[in-house]
């Protein structure tokens, strides 16, 4: 893949994990898309290691990447938090961000909110030496009767120049800048105890 200093990372999420279902960082298919099962497949690019929420990564910064040993999905030394360092773009193709946006999430754990809590889950992992070995990965978690309800978010992004939308052959584009919605999202949190991201039931 060429690019410079480009570097691509695609979603390649799997939550058979969280079952007790063993997970192979080579063999276990995205759960988040066709795209990112093709990007499995190539010689160019390498996944990173939480076996929840992980990452198909080609160009610049494919190594830093790989190479985090981050326990839990959304933690200060995760992919996402490398990404919102770094000033990352997220693209996102014809979906809603309700459907698509973890990094929410990442800001989230990032203030500690109440309405969710780390879980730990236990399963085997086998890793790409082929060593198979019982491991342990959290993430945060929802608590009981609360869902996820981001749909808010898409107004205010775009009102905030946080997100631009394109359309190529009546697709939906959306380019994000993490920095700028990750201040959004914090000053939900921070000043309307995250009414735009969560309902309770």
Same mark, same amino acid.
């Given at each position: 893949?060429?690019?410079?200093?480009?570097?691509?990372?695609?979603?390649?999420?799997?939550?058979?994990?969280?079952?007790?279902?063993?997970?192979?960082?080579?063999?276990?298919?995205?759960?988040?898309?066709?795209?990112?099962?093709?990007?499995?497949?190539?010689?160019?690019?390498?996944?990173?290691?939480?076996?929840?929420?992980?990452?198909?990564?080609?160009?610049?910064?494919?190594?830093?990447?790989?190479?985090?040993?981050?326990?839990?999905?959304?933690?200060?030394?995760?992919?996402?938090?490398?990404?919102?360092?770094?000033?990352?773009?997220?693209?996102?193709?014809?979906?809603?961000?309700?459907?698509?946006?973890?990094?929410?999430?990442?800001?989230?754990?990032?203030?500690?909110?109440?309405?969710?809590?780390?879980?730990?889950?236990?399963?085997?992992?086998?890793?790409?030496?082929?060593?198979?070995?019982?491991?342990?990965?959290?993430?945060?978690?929802?608590? *009981?009767? !609360?869902?996820? @309800? /981001?749909?808010?978010?898409?107004?205010?992004? %775009?009102? &905030?120049?946080?997100?631009?939308?394109?359309?190529?052959?009546?697709?939906?584009?959306?380019?994000?800048?993490?920095?700028?919605?990750? *201040?959004? !999202?914090?000053? @939900? /949190?921070?000043?309307?105890?995250?009414?735009? %991201?969560? &309902?309770?039931?």
């Amino acid at each position: 893949m060429g690019g410079g200093d480009i570097t691509l990372a695609i979603q390649t999420f799997n939550w058979d994990f969280c079952k007790s279902l063993p997970y192979d960082i080579l063999y276990s298919k995205s759960q988040t898309g066709a795209l990112g099962n093709i990007a499995l497949k190539r010689s160019d690019f390498k996944r990173t290691k939480h076996p929840i929420y992980s990452f198909a990564v080609a160009g610049k910064f494919q190594n830093e990447l790989i190479a985090l040993e981050n326990k839990g999905a959304f933690d200060f030394n995760s992919p996402f938090d490398f990404m919102f360092k770094k000033n990352g773009k997220m693209i996102i193709v014809d979906l809603p961000l309700q459907d698509s946006f973890a990094f929410v999430h990442y800001v989230e754990q990032y203030f500690n909110v109440d309405y969710r809590h780390n879980k730990s889950f236990k399963s085997y992992y086998i890793n790409e030496e082929r060593d198979k070995k019982l491991t342990i990965y959290d993430m945060f978690v929802r608590n *009981e009767k !609360i869902l996820t @309800d /981001i749909h808010a978010l898409e107004n205010i992004f %775009l009102e &905030k120049y946080a997100m631009k939308i394109d359309f190529f052959d009546n697709i939906c584009i959306k380019t994000i800048n993490l920095q700028k919605a990750f *201040e959004i !999202i914090a000053a @939900d /949190i921070k000043d309307n105890k995250g009414r735009n %991201l969560y &309902k309770r039931l």
